[in-house]
């Protein structure tokens, strides 16, 4: 219930524009309805370049798709033109722009400058012809189709609106709201948010104002899902989640006078994965930064490299570090660790493929831990301090603490 509540509050907040605009409780001054008219293009235009800057292609084609619609939206349907038919062209923008969604959602991301990424953007230019030529066409089967009624229309879903669009809508809504349930990442939470947004707007596309507020928001969405989603690539080891080097370097500019660090690494790593495999070894990795994460004492962990983590105490002396550093080695020394063993079968079956078991094992952790102090007064000395009691530690047996 606790995972249901979020998107539930998000989704509600997404709809007080909507209901405020919409009842006339706040009417849009002139200037306001002027510049709301070229003020997604911009918004749209900042987003294609954030995505060509991070590589992100999904959502580059997400929002070149919504760059296309919102141009028909302007010069077709809130126009008066007799010769194109609206209800056909709005309901095939709609079926395309959830149909990209879902599309692009499972398929991964493999970059924007180069030949997959091309084929990305020649598989929207290949939906818009199609879009185009069917509208053109203005087949009788398929408006019929369109039009088919499975249920008394709601007085607040749009004219325009078929009601096939709108069990497709939802439809795709209920994939993503299981997707982010089953598999919860920060793209595509945001994506079923955006998702949501643009079919608040297109729903009122008989009101110009309130469509262009919605296209605005949905892309904000995204593109603020877009720079923290890279914020935590370039900050966040991607196996363990933990904080990366380059945020322990941040870290330890904010430092104030006192403080201890400790450098912690895992005995016997190496022979670790020898014997498990290496996908054992990075389980090992994952599982110890939970640990890590919920050490007491308000110690800050973050993955130094390799094996090697790193632990922050700020405003602590190193004889209390060490006490909370013990109780954290000795939890890890007689936690069983579940990993997936990996052993070869026969190539006769399967051509050297690896199979995995589980299996518990033990593993210990040694720890070198230093303060700041007149010889080592700064942040990198303290490093080194801690860095040299960890080889103490190592060569003194492993599974210990020792201070520097």
């Known amino acids: 219930m606790q995972r249901l509540l979020p998107p539930v509050i998000a989704i509600l907040v997404l709809l007080i524009p909507a209901v405020i605009l919409v009842n006339g409780w706040i009417s849009l001054s002139p200037w306001m309805i002027s510049t709301l008219k070229w003020l997604p293009y911009l918004?749209?235009?900042?987003?294609?370049?954030?995505?060509?800057?991070?590589?992100?292609?999904?959502?580059?084609?997400l929002f070149l798709t919504l760059f296309c619609i919102y141009i028909l939206l302007q010069t077709v349907i809130w126009q008066k033109?007799?010769?194109?038919?609206?209800?056909?062209?709005?309901?095939?923008?709609?079926?395309?722009?959830?149909?990209?969604?879902?599309?692009?959602?499972?398929?991964?991301?493999?970059?924007?400058?180069?030949?997959?990424?091309?084929?990305?953007?020649?598989?929207?230019?290949?939906?818009?012809?199609?879009?185009?030529?069917?509208?053109?066409?203005?087949?009788?089967?398929?408006?019929?189709?369109l039009g088919t009624s499975f249920f008394p229309q709601p007085a607040f879903i749009n004219k325009l609106l078929g009601q096939p669009l709108l069990v497709f809508w939802c439809l795709s809504l209920l994939v993503f709201a299981i997707h982010q349930y089953t598999s919860p990442a920060l793209l595509r939470a945001a994506w079923g948010l955006t998702l949501f947004t643009l079919f608040i707007g297109l729903n009122y596309s008989s009101q110009?104002?309130?469509?262009?507020i919605y296209i605005l928001i949905g892309a904000l969405i995204l593109i603020t899902a877009i720079i923290i989603?890279?914020?935590?690539?370039?900050?966040?080891?991607?196996?363990?989640?933990?904080?990366?080097?380059?945020?322990?370097?941040?870290?330890l500019l904010s430092l104030g006078k006192n403080y201890s660090i400790a450098m912690i690494d895992v005995d016997h790593f190496k022979k670790l994965n020898d014997t498990y495999g290496h996908d054992a070894g990075d389980d090992v990795l994952k599982l110890l930064a939970t640990q890590?994460?919920?050490?007491?004492?308000?110690?800050?962990?973050?993955?130094?490299?390799?094996?090697?983590?790193?632990?922050?105490?700020?405003?602590?002396?190193?004889?209390?570090?060490t006490v909370y550093l013990n109780a954290l080695r000795e939890k890890i020394a007689n936690k069983e660790f579940i990993v997936r063993r990996q052993?070869?079968?026969?190539?006769?079956?399967?051509?050297?493929?690896?199979?995995?078991?589980?299996?518990?094992?033990?593993?210990s952790v040694s720890i070198g831990v230093a303060e700041k102090r007149d010889k080592h007064n700064n942040p990198q000395e303290v490093i080194k301090a801690a860095d040299e009691a960890l080889y103490k530690a190592k060569k003194a047996g492993r599974n210990r603490v020792v201070s520097g």
């Open 43 to 61: 918004i749209i235009i900042l987003a294609l370049m954030i995505c060509v800057v991070f590589y992100n292609s999904r959502e580059f084609c």
């Open 81 to 145: 033109l007799a010769t194109i038919n609206k209800p056909l062209l709005f309901n095939i923008m709609g079926f395309v722009l959830a149909l990209n969604f879902l599309i692009f959602n499972f398929r991964k991301e493999r970059g924007l400058l180069n030949a997959r990424g091309v084929n990305k953007i020649l598989q929207l230019v290949a939906e818009f012809i199609v879009c185009f030529w069917l509208v053109k066409a203005n087949s009788a089967i398929l408006v019929s189709f």
């Open 208 to 212: 110009p104002p309130v469509t262009s």
């Open 229 to 251: 989603h890279a914020y935590h690539m370039a900050y966040r080891d991607e196996l363990t989640q933990l904080p990366s080097r380059r945020a322990l370097k941040q870290q």
């Open 292 to 321: 890590l994460q919920a050490v007491a004492g308000g110690g800050r962990p973050f993955r130094y490299g390799g094996e090697e983590f790193t632990l922050v105490f700020p405003g602590m002396d190193v004889t209390e570090a």
């Open 343 to 363: 052993r070869r079968r026969r190539r006769s079956s399967s051509n050297g493929r690896r199979k995995g078991r589980m299996k518990k094992i033990n593993i």
